[in-house]
């Protein structure tokens, strides 16, 4: 079965400071792997997705993320994190068994970012 | 920049009624999906909806659950008896031919009290 994991609840950064959030899968086959954000109240918002190609991909508001064959792993990453960021991740798998395109998700981290 | 909305943002509802959530997706979408994420609990799917009908759905989705997209635009999930533990927010999703990508509403808030 496919699955999605984010090992840590919660992630604590001061702004400025380089942010990771980790996500790790398990699928057969080639993963559709995405990251979405949840502000307070609001709704998921797409931030950046991996399906083929390179390994690092770029996302909305600064963010990128790396996909990692051989360690199973597609962290969140930014450079320079800013207080604006703080939210709530969550890592997602497309379900490729399914046939209408289902997404996955992790647990969620909540990024905190302190001043 | 075209989005999914949902309505309400907030229903309280008394057990045992019938609560129906509604959805616009984005005008062009082909692909409509609902999730419910219980507090402090990951999004999980329901259903996904293509072509006028159901194509998967989750072992959650039982026969209290129902959807339905009555015009061209709305896409509804229904919940004929609700109980104390449809408390959640569901989301509802979109997606057009050939994207990877899902859009997601802002979510409705469902109180069952």
């Known amino acids: 079965a496919q699955s999605v994991a984010q090992p840590e609840d919660q992630v604590n950064v001061a702004e400025g400071n380089p942010l990771t959030v980790k996500c790790t899968y398990s699928?057969?086959?080639?993963?559709?792997l995405f990251w979405y954000v949840q502000y307070p109240n609001r709704g998921l918002q797409f931030l950046l997705k991996y399906i083929t190609g390179d390994n690092l991909v770029k996302g909305s508001y600064g963010f990128e993320a790396e996909f990692n064959k051989s360690q199973t792993s597609f962290h969140l990453k930014k450079p320079s994190a800013l207080v604006s960021d703080s939210a709530l991740y969550f890592c997602a798998v497309r379900d490729i068994g399914g046939q209408g395109g289902k997404l996955i998700f992790g647990q969620g981290t909540e990024l905190s970012v302190k001043p | 920049e075209p989005e999914v909305t949902q309505t309400p943002s907030h229903q309280v509802t008394q057990m045992g009624q019938e609560v129906i959530l509604r959805c616009v997706p984005i005008?062009?979408?082909?692909?409509f999906y609902w999730y419910r994420q219980i507090l402090g609990q990951k999004v999980e799917f329901l259903v996904s909806f293509y072509n006028n009908e159901i194509s998967e759905k989750s072992e959650i989705f039982d026969d209290q659950f129902s959807v339905e997209r009555p015009d061209g635009s709305n896409f509804t999930l229904k919940i004929r008896s609700t109980k104390l533990e449809d408390s959640a927010m569901y989301f509802c999703?979109?997606?057009?031919?050939?994207?990877?990508?899902?859009?997601f509403g802002q979510g409705t808030r469902l109180t069952v009290v």
């Open positions: 005008s062009n979408h082909l692909y």
């Open positions: 699928v057969s086959g080639n993963p559709y």
């Open positions: 999703a979109s997606k057009n031919r050939g994207a990877t990508e899902a859009f």
